[in-house]
């Protein structure tokens, strides 16, 4: 059972920002500043999901360092732009030390974008799609232990995202997503950074 942990700061915050990294400040600004805030829009939440999609397997701050790279080589998660991504340009990102080079999530970064297009050309949008999936309101949890891995909404949100074409977007992916993005605030009681 995993409570807060007191920075250097003084601040107390979630266990895995306040001893992750190694206390990296790019960890706790991401934890302080973005992590489990509302974000709204096309691009931000492609780049959202596509980026917890690369993290699946990885630690989190791998992805969170090599964010800069991820966004030029995936023209800032435009998302006609990555959907227009060809065979030749899915073989320039295999080869991009920059980002996390693996076949299967870029793929799956490109067929994403698509289906994001897919949704607005038939009237819809990720946005309203995504947030449709946003639990009530609950208490922030006092421990790690009160966090779920998933939840039947995140359950129910990688079924529609999948049935719309998206890919690497397990209930588990959906439910980090969902976190990052504010669907959710599992930022422990009393961490510093919570809504």
């Known amino acids: 059972m995993a409570g807060l942990v007191l920075g250097d700061d003084g601040l107390l915050r979630c266990p895995w920002a306040g001893a992750g990294a190694g206390g990296d400040r790019l960890y706790l600004d991401y934890h302080d500043t973005e992590w489990g805030r509302p974000v709204h829009g096309e691009r931000a939440l492609l780049e959202r999901i596509t980026l917890e999609a690369f993290q699946s397997g990885l630690a989190w701050i791998t992805i969170l360092r090599k964010r800069p790279a991820f966004r030029a080589a995936f023209e800032d998660f435009e998302p006609e732009a990555v959907a227009a991504f060809d065979e030749a340009r ?74 719309r074409g998206f890919r690497f977007v397990g209930p588990t992916t959906a439910y980090a997503a969902m976190q990052a993005c504010g669907l959710v605030d599992d930022h422990l009681e009393g961490c510093v950074a919570g809504r």
Do not use: Y
Not at 100 to 109: H, L
Not at 150 to 158: D, G, I, K, Q, R
């Open 90 to 163: 899915v073989e320039r990102l295999l080869a991009d030390a920059g980002i996390v080079r693996n076949r299967a999530k870029v793929e799956a970064a490109v067929a994403n974008a698509r289906a994001t297009v897919a949704l607005a050309d038939a009237g819809e949008s990720l946005d309203a799609l995504v947030w449709s999936f946003a639990p009530p309101p609950r208490p922030r949890p006092a421990t790690t232990d009160g966090i779920p891995a998933t939840t039947p909404e995140s359950t129910a949100l990688a079924k529609a995202l999948k049935a």
